[in-house]
Each structure stands twice: as C-alpha cells, then as structure tokens.
C-alpha cells in the first residue's frame, strides 16, 4: 500500500497537478484557495516550471490561454469573484478548443460575500461560466485523496476533449487536512497537432482564435463542439451511490454536503428510514442515470446543497419531475450539520416529501 501524507486539499490540488505534468501556473492570492499558489510559487522553480503571479485574474487566465495554445499543461486556481473575473477567458478557451484546468475553492457570494465555504458557483460552472454556447467538465472532490485524483482526472479529460475542466470544491476541501497518497496514475500527454509551437518549415501555420466573422463558419462549429459534449454526457458522468438499492429517500449532495449527510443517513437507518445517498461526482455531465434508475423505489428526493438551491434543478431535470425533490441548505459560509440533515430526512419520512 502506497505510503499515504498528511496534506491540506489545497496543497494536493497543486503536487497533483504537477505529478500530471503542469509546469506552468498562473494565479492571483485570494482566500480561501492562497494555498494552491504558495505551493506552486515554492516547487515550480525547482522543477523547471513557471509560477507567475499575474498583476490580475482576468491577466492570469489570458495566461493560461497563451499556453494552452502551446499545447502545455496548464493551470490556474482562485475562488468565487476571482473565478467570475476570469470568466471572459474562460468563454475565449472554450471557443479555441483550448485544454486547461481551472480551479474553484468556492467562498460565499454573491460579490465578495465571506471567506467561508460555498457551494453557490454551482451554476456559474455547470452553465459554462462566460458569454457563448460551452460547457466546461465540472469535478466536485469529497476528500482531499479527490482534490488530487480529480485534478490529474481533470487534465487528462481536458486533454482528450480539448476544453476546459474545472475543480469546484468548496472552502472546506481547499482547508482540510487528510491523508492522501500520491502515487497516481498519470496517462501521457496525448499529441497536440494543431499547437502553435512553430513550423519549423515542416507544416502549416496553426492559427488558435475565436473569432469567425462567417456565420455559417461559426454555427459549424458550435454545432461540432456540441456533438463533442454529447459524447462526454454519454461516457463521462462519475459519481458514488451510497445505500440506495432500497432507498425510499435519496439525498444528492456533493463536496463537504455528502460528508455531512453521509452521517445522517446512517443515523436514520438507525431508526428504520429506508434512505441513500448520489453523489455527483461531475457536476457536468450531470449524472441523470442512476437518479432516473433510482426512481423504482425512491419516493422523495433531498438536495443537500450550501447554496440556496442550485443543484436541485439538475436533480429535478433528471428525474422528469416524477417525485418531490426538497432542498436542505445552509448558506453565506455555514455547513449544515449531520442532524439538520437528519432532520430534514425525518420530515420527509414523515410528511411524503412535502415542504
């Protein structure tokens, strides 16, 4: 068994992403994700790689699309207004086909809101996160051994797709400290034809723009690049059941939401309440199947979120609305505890699912 270090999430973020090859970082400090670029300002100089704190986000993210462009692994990280900064970057890599890996440590919102976990960016990340038609690949980590095998899970799936994957974990996972082992299974770096890394009088010049005055041109390729995301619907939604082959009740929570109701259910099996668990692990693709398949037995279903209801909506789509979907929440930085889900699986039990 791999010798396992005790390391905050943040700090797994950054040697993960550098275990799965990045050299190249670029970020502006903001809480409560600073972590992520002190580590990288300490190690990438002595590997050979760059750590640049830009003069701004919307600076670090045009960064990143310079060396995406380059065909290199890359990556920056910040947190909730941080990420809204950069969301004009993040339309320009989507509509380059450009890989990165971009990280969100939530805090609470909206504007500066508080340093305290969120989970309130859920639809600023799964809805594409700037102007356009895109999506980005969205993993939500429930450990710090996640906060590291997402990230190497999220470049390679950029790499594969040529798009953007974000980490969206809340202020918890960035702070907590676990065990995590980092021996991680890395995939090569795939060919880049089309980078732009000079001719060398060997081939065409690659041009990366987003730009397509044409009409027809650029519905082409809004239409390509939406086959392309119907194929990571198909083969790349992840996620984890917990107690649901009889479940009458099913909780869908995801980050330091599934922890705490991971308590929970196990207290209501305690006295007799038929009740599970999906986490989502991509957050998109959003993993409708085992919620529709989960509709054979449950009867009521509880979105367990740090936002004031945001999730609930994908939860509901996937299943046709066929049953009652009711939130649990808690928001502007406070965690709900172990028996306020309890008690909100009890009411359900209790009342059918009526609010």
Known sequence: MADKVLMKGNEAIAEAAIIAGCR????????????????MAKKMPKIGGTFLQAESEIAAINMVYGVASAGRR??????????????EGLSYLAGADLPALVVNVQRGGPGLGGIQPSQSDYFQATRGGGHGDYRMIVLAPSSVQEMAELTVKGFELADKYRMTSMILADGTMGQMMEPVSLDLEVAPAPEKPWATTGTKMK??????????LTPDELERYNFERYDRYKKIEESEALYEEYLTDDAEICIAAFGIASRVSRNAIDEARKIGIKVGMIRPVTLWPFPSAPFKKALK???????VELSMGQMIEDVRLSTDCKVPVILCNRVGGVIPS??????????AAENGGVE
């Open 74 to 87: 890359v990556m920056t990280s910040s947190s909730s207004p941080g990420i809204s900064l950069k969301s």
């Open 297 to 303: 037995t449950v009867k009521t279903f509880i979105s």
């Open 203 to 212: 081939r065409k010049h690659n041009i990366i723009n987003s730009l397509f």
């Open 24 to 39: 190249h970082y670029f970020g502006y400090p903001i809480t409560p994700q600073t972590e992520i670029a002190a580590y």
């Open 338 to 347: 172990p028996d306020e889900v309890f008690e909100c699986i009890k009411n």
